[in-house]
């Protein structure tokens, strides 16, 4: 089994910046691909970003391209999405998780991982 512990979420004023961490823990050499998804009120859950649990590779969801980036920390089994300009639109719960299948990382827009975090709440607004 994988855990996942995610920290860093809060309340933002429109325009700010955020930095979320993904703390992993467990079986974390089956995992081969880490992801941030993010759910609002209503809506469903859907694909933020993913990165390769190892080399280099990433892939962000057309809704925060060029305003993200997802790293990865060796050292701490960690993972982090920093946004930047962010919007009321951005307002939901942000999950990580990780995934033990080798595929692309562009197939996790449409396969769900094996395995997801508790989530943290991240709310845009004066």
Do not use: H
Not at 3 to 29: T, Y
């Amino acid at each position: 089994q994988v855990q996942l512990v995610e920290s860093g979420g809060g309340l933002v004023q429109p325009g700010g910046s955020l930095r979320l961490s993904c703390a992993a823990s467990g079986s974390i050499s089956s995992i081969n691909s880490m992801a941030w998804y993010r759910q609002a009120p209503g809506k469903e859950r859907t694909f933020v970003a993913a990165i390769s649990w190892r080399g280099d590779s990433t892939y962000y969801a057309d809704s925060v391209k060029g305003r993200s980036t997802v790293s990865r920390d060796d050292a701490k089994n960690t993972i982090n999405l920093s946004m930047t300009s962010l919007s009321p639109g951005d307002t939901a719960v942000y999950y990580c998780a990780a995934d033990n299948r080798r595929d692309s990382l562009y197939g996790l827009q449409y396969r769900a991982p094996a395995y997801w975090g508790q989530g943290t709440q991240v709310t845009v607004s004066s």
